[in-house]
């Protein structure tokens, strides 16, 4: 739903505004190279890493290819693994805190991965519990 020039209205969010992820919690690489919102660069120059981040990301940059390809899973991060720039997740235990389009931000359970990649859709009519 955010990505340049986005026109995307409310009533498109076929999936409900409680049942759908505009952002998530991940830090800034060491290196300082990726997870600036503002800079939007990102790996291949699509964003992706800075501005745009999907739930199971995917190494598409030579400069980080000692990292898998992925995808990559909502799990626990250090700040020093170039690789954990790949994922959604905190320095806080248990999880992270995550947007969702109705104006509201929830703490999500690494356990929760399985429901990530529904969550980060807003159409494709996934039946979603966040409990």
């Known amino acids: 739903m955010l990505f340049p020039d ?5 009533s498109a969010i076929l999936d409900g505004t409680s ?4 952002f998530g ?15 939007g660069w ?12 999907g739930s199971r990301e995917l190494n598409y940059d030579r400069r980080l290819d000692n990292c898998p390809i992925g995808p990559y899973n909502f799990t626990v991060g250090k700040s020093k693994n170039p ?5 959604y ?4 235990s248990g999880g992270a805190a995550f947007a969702f389009a109705d104006g509201s931000v929830k703490f999500l359970r690494y356990e929760q991965d399985i429901i990530l990649k529904a969550l ?12």
């Open 89 to 92: 997740w905190s320095h806080h």
């Open 120 to 131: 980060a859709t807003r159409a494709g009519r996934e039946d979603v519990s966040i409990d």
């Open 42 to 53: 990102g790996q291949t120059q699509s964003g992706s890493l800075d501005s745009l981040m």
């Open 19 to 22: 049942n759908t992820i505009i």
């Open 6 to 10: 986005s026109k995307v209205a409310i």
């Open 25 to 39: 919690e991940r830090h800034v690489s060491e290196s300082r190279n990726y997870g600036w919102w503002y800079a």
């Open 83 to 87: 690789c954990d720039v790949f994922h």
